[in-house]
């Protein structure tokens, strides 16, 4: 069987290289064809001796996943349904913009933390995406999205915030996260890359280390009670404990703030009371709020909060001196907003807990 060079980083693939007899260097080169280049064509790569050429045709491929749908909002966002084999695909969402183009990439099939206002947790969960699954994301919509007139990726930016908790998947996230950093390959500033957690504590600071971009995290309640009912995972790390890493984390990354997510839903989470409740939670945290409009999905219990709510809630916050934004609903019409993502999924969730929060 033929190895995606996808599923590695720059580290790994210099290794792969030496292990096959090459020299280290040629990973480089190899790296540059691939991404900056976005080529899948070893013939190609005409800086390459045609030996290795020859050899690469035989023991090597560059595949990312196959396209099974692809929609087209009014607002110009797109999205794509991925297919992962054994029953499973995943969306991807570009969000293009005047000034950036976003990319929203998913890293497992599924979801397994269950949070009671996402379509995404709904589905169940069936496994982690590998490396190349998840760089493959970026890799696609680039040839997709193309370049601009100075020969550069449209796609300026890349949020992990699709289907799936991408620190429960850390491994192959932080390896596809190397590849969007590393200047062989996208090369992308640590602020122009974003990790959402819903607040895996362990691995907050694994990331902090191991490979620091900027963070959000997905609060949506501003005490312990409430949130256990709308993010479970919160029930295994509660909200001193999240506070406390999100300190942590600013300690080595590449903004000084945390970028909370607050998804409001009517009569829930958007009184007064509860804004009030929030400033006092995160008033040690230097951050922002990013206020996001529930998006409605079958079965759904909830509503969304009225515009005049959103924007009184906002103005309690910033009265309080906390950064804070409306996020614009994108791609509503085709299902491809914040917590409408669903994919196709083989549930073969165990909903228990300390597996499913488990980070190794």
């Known amino acids: 069987m033929k190895q995606n060079l996808l599923d590695f980083d720059v580290r790994q693939l210099t290794a792969w290289f030496a292990e096959n007899g090459e020299k280290p260097f040629r990973a480089k080169q190899v790296l540059r064809w691939i991404y900056k280049s976005g080529e899948s064509d070893f013939d190609a790569m005409s800086d390459l001796a045609v030996s290795l050429r020859e050899k690469l045709k035989q023991i090597a491929c560059v595949e990312a996943p196959k396209v099974m749908r692809e929609e087209l909002s009014d607002d110009g966002t797109r999205k794509w349904l991925l297919d992962m084999g054994t029953g499973n695909a995943v969306e991807t969402v570009y969000i293009p913009e005047e000034t950036r183009g976003t990319l929203c990439v998913s890293t497992q099939a599924g979801c397994a933390l269950d949070c009671a206002f996402c379509s995404t947790g709904k589905q169940g969960f069936n496994r982690n995406l590998s490396t190349a699954e998840i760089i493959g994301q970026l890799w696609w919509a680039n040839h997709q999205v193309g370049k601009d007139a100075d020969g550069n990726w449209q796609i300026s930016n890349v949020v ?3 289907m799936g908790e991408p620190l429960l998947n850390f491994d192959n996230t932080v390896s596809a996260l190397r590849l969007m950093l590393d200047d062989h390959a996208y090369g992308l500033s640590r602020r122009r890359v974003t990790v959402s957690t819903s607040g895996i504590v362990p691995a907050m600071d694994r990331l902090r280390d191991e490979c620091p971009v900027a963070l959000a995290v997905s609060l949506h309640a501003p005490n312990d009670k409430l949130r256990d009912e709308l993010v479970p995972v919160n029930q295994k790390y509660p909200l001193n404990e999240l506070m406390a890493a999100c300190q942590r984390y600013l300690e080595k990354a590449p903004r ?25 939670l995160v008033r040690d945290v230097p951050c922002k709020f990013n206020l996001i409009p529930f998006n409605p999905f079958p079965q759904s219990p909830y509503r969304r909060s009225n ?13 309080a001196d906390i ?3 409306i996020r614009k609903v994108r791609g509503d019409d085709i299902a491809a907003a914040c917590g409408q993502l669903a994919g196709q999924v083989q549930d073969k969730t165990k909903r228990t807990m300390q597996r499913l929060t488990e980070v190794h």
């Open 160 to 162: 992990l915030m699709g």
């Open 256 to 280: 000084d703030f945390i970028t909370f997510e607050y998804v409001l839903l009517d009569g829930v989470n958007d009184r007064d009371q509860d804004a009030r409740e929030l400033v006092k």
């Open 307 to 319: 515009p005049e709510t959103v924007r009184r809630f906002r103005d309690l916050l910033m009265q």
């Open 323 to 325: 950064v804070t934004t």
